[in-house]
C-alpha cells in the first residue's frame, strides 16, 4: 500500500511568511507525528497525534507552531512569520496504535526560509 | 531527558566486512527501539525494532541486540555491501508514553562502504 507522503517536498519563503505543511499518512495509522531535523542538531520530536487530539504541545519550538489533524487523517503542520532559524527538514511519521507503534516517515519537507 | 548517542559518527569500511554501530541511552526505562536508514535527501527506513521484553531482532543480514540496564544496543551488519552506504539512526521511546509518543534519535552514524 502506499506509504507516508507528504507536501510540498520543498519550499522556499521569504522571512515573515506563513507556511503550511502537509502529511498524508498511512491508511489505518491512528498515531502521527512530527520532527525537524536540522544540520548538525539531529532529529528533534515536535508533536504527536492520536487520532484527531495531540496530548502534548510542548515539543513544539515555539507558540509560532502549530498542528492539526482532522477526520483522523491529514496533518497540517503551520508555521506562522517564518524565521531563518526554522529552515529544516520537517519529516512525518505515521504508526498503528498496537503494541509496537513502529514508525514509518515520509520523504520530508525542505524548508528554507530567506 | 534521555539522551542517545551513537559511535561512531562516521566509519569507512571496505565491502565485504562484518561491522558493528554502536547506541547507548541514558533512561533505561524505555518503550522499545528502532533502528532506522537515511539515504541521502530522503526519509527514514525502518530497519529494525527491538521491545524492551527482547534482546534482539534480526533482518536479512542485519542483527539488533538491546541491552536494557546498561542502556546499550548494537546493529551488526554481516558481509558489507556498497548499498549499505546510508546514514544510521538509532531511536528509543520511552516507556512514559506508554508507546504513543515520540522518538528520541541519535545523530547517527555515516557508513561508507568502498566497492
Known amino acids: 500500500g502506499a506509504g507516508v507522503s507528504q507536501s510540498p517536498s520543498n519550499k522556499v519563503t521569504e522571512k515573515g511568511k506563513d507556511v503550511e505543511l502537509r502529511c498524508d499518512p498511512i491508511s489505518g495509522h491512528t498515531a502521527l507525528y512530527w520532527y525537524r531535523q536540522s544540520l548538525g542538531q539531529g532529529l528533534e520530536f515536535l508533536i504527536y497525534f492520536q487520532g484527531n487530539s495531540a496530548p502534548d504541545k510542548s515539543g513544539l519550538p515555539s507558540d509560532r507552531f502549530s498542528a492539526e489533524r482532522t477526520g483522523g487523517s491529514v496533518s497540517t503542520l503551520t508555521i506562522q512569520r517564518t524565521q531563518q532559524e526554522d529552515s529544516a527538514v520537517y519529516l512525518c511519521?505515521?504508526?498503528?496504535?498496537?503494541?509496537?507503534?513502529?514508525?514509518?516517515f515520509g520523504p520530508g519537507t525542505r524548508l528554507t526560509v530567506t | 531527558k534521555q539522551e542517545v548517542t551513537q559511535i561512531p559518527a562516521a566509519l569507512s569500511v571496505p565491502e565485504g566486512e562484518n561491522l558493528v554501530l554502536n547506541c547507548s541511552f541514558t533512561d533505561s526505562a524505555i518503550y522499545n527501539l528502532q533502528w532506522f536508514r537515511q539515504d541521502p535527501g530522503k526519509g527514514l527506513t525502518s530497519l529494525l525494532l527491538i521491545q524492551s521484553s527482547q534482546r534482539e531482532q534480526t533482518s536479512g543480514r542485519l542483527n539488533a541486540s538491546l541491552d536494557k540496564s546498561s542502556g546499550r544496543s548494537t546493529l551488526y551488519i554481516a558481509a558489507s555491501q556498497p548499498g549499505d552506504s546510508a546514514t544510521y539512526l538509532c531511536?528509543?521511546?520511552?516507556?512514559?508514553?506508554?508507546?504513543?509518543?515520540?522518538?528520541?534519535f541519535g545523530k547517527g552514524t555515516h557508513l561508507i562502504i568502498q566497492p
Open positions: 511519521a505515521s504508526s498503528l496504535a498496537d503494541s509496537s507503534y513502529e514508525q514509518y
Open positions: 531511536a528509543v521511546r520511552l516507556l512514559s508514553g506508554g508507546g504513543a509518543d515520540g522518538l528520541t
